[in-house]
């Protein structure tokens, strides 16, 4: 009795086997996956960057750089302690003016509250101390200070 053809015949069967079929998923789901986290943080970094350049372009275009030297808050005896400090109502703003131009601020925003007054001038390459008056206690650390002008400059800094 003869065979059938089917079994005559002896095919031989090329392709890649399953191990290296998985160990090449592997690797080019591990590339494709570095790809797009070098694009998602590259994105993250030019916007990081594109924020603060908008800022110092405002200070250049203002003629006005101002740093932050230090935040004082003078202890006043119907204030609590923080954190084993007295805390107090008036803040003390030391500012630096590094630019060519100077700052008079016509008030400071402190966590969100405005405070008007009428505060000294820093000229340029000078310090200014500057103090606010508070409506309530605060302490001299997690405060976030706005200063502003008359003009439309502002800068803000953070303790």
Do not use: W
Request: hydrophobic content about 45%; aromatic content about 8%; some cysteine.
């Amino acid at each position: 009795m003869a065979l059938p053809p089917i079994f005559r015949t002896r095919r031989t069967r090329s392709g890649v086997s399953e191990l290296y079929a998985a160990v090449l998923m592997i690797g080019v789901t591990i590339s494709v996956g570095s790809l797009v986290v070098a694009a998602a943080s590259s994105q993250f970094g030019l916007a990081a960057d594109s924020a603060s350049l908008g800022s110092s372009i405002q200070q250049t275009s203002a003629e006005v750089q101002l740093g932050l030297v230090y935040v004082a808050v003078p202890p006043s005896g119907s204030c609590p302690s923080y954190q084993g400090f007295q805390e107090g109502t008036t803040l003390t703003v030391a500012l630096f003016d590094f630019g060519s131009a100077g700052f008079s601020p016509a008030g400071f925003v402190v966590n969100s509250t405005v405070v008007l007054g009428s505060y000294g001038t820093v000229g340029p390459g000078a310090l200014g101390q500057f103090v606010v008056a508070l409506g309530s206690c605060a302490h001299h650390s997690g405060l976030v200070i706005l200063a502003y002008d008359s003009a439309g400059d502002e800068v803000q800094f953070g303790t």
